[in-house]
């Protein structure tokens, strides 16, 4: 909880040095049916996934440096120990 916290004061900051600053992203959700047998005992027959892709936009320095901050979580139903976070960062002057 601390270090949800800890990040979205960070993001806070950030935007607050920025001189534009834009927020966007995605969602989704994704059910996979088979309508075959499993081979093996541990296949389930239905998996289900969930990701949510959160994109910050900032421009600095009157447009002349940008910062793209993407980041990507995936969480895969069938177990729980199945997720991914995956942090996307994109640094440019120009």
Known sequence: MIRKAVVLSLI???????????????????????????????????????????????????????LIFNTVFIVWMSTIVNAHMAILENCSGR
């Open 12 to 66: 806070i900051n950030f935007t607050s040095f920025a001189n534009s600053a834009e927020f966007t992203g995605s969602a989704g959700f994704d059910l996979r049916y088979y309508l075959q047998d499993a081979l093996y005992p541990q296949q389930e027959r239905t998996y289900a996934s969930a990701y949510l892709s959160p994109e910050i936009y900032a421009e600095f320095n009157d447009g002349q440096d940008t």
